[in-house]
């Protein structure tokens, strides 16, 4: 999904249900909406993010010629007095 946050361009979201997966539909879902967002007036840099772990959406990301810029690790723990929030 090409979309604008508060600061930049970025594909918001990209799903592909599971039974087809593996035949290419991201890189054309990505590349479509790289071009929508390139196509704007003012566009010098698209952003976009994906869970580490996700290693198939990594590899789309640098098929399209996305370059990885920046890293971020959110951790979540059970301190005290923070359950529930």
Same mark, same amino acid.
């Given at each position: 999904?090409?979309?604008?946050?508060?600061?930049? %361009?970025?594909?918001?979201?990209?799903?592909?249900?599971?039974?087809?997966?593996?035949?290419?539909?991201?890189? $054309?879902?990505?590349? $479509?909406?790289?071009?929508?967002?390139?196509?704007? $007036?003012?566009?010098?840099?698209?952003?976009?993010?994906?869970?580490?772990?996700?290693v %198939?959406?990594?590899?789309?990301?640098?098929?399209?010629?996305?370059?990885?810029?920046?890293?971020?690790?959110?951790?979540?723990?059970?301190?005290?007095?923070t359950?529930?929030?």
């Amino acid at each position: 999904m090409p979309a604008r946050n508060s600061h930049h %361009p970025i594909i918001a979201y990209i799903g592909v249900l599971p039974p087809h997966r593996g035949r290419g539909h991201v890189d $054309e879902i990505l590349a $479509e909406g790289t071009r929508v967002l390139a196509a704007q $007036e003012g566009v010098e840099r698209i952003r976009a993010a994906t869970d580490p772990g996700d290693v %198939p959406m990594a590899r789309s990301f640098a098929r399209a010629g996305y370059v990885n810029v920046e890293r971020s690790v959110n951790f979540v723990g059970d301190a005290p007095g923070t359950a529930g929030v």
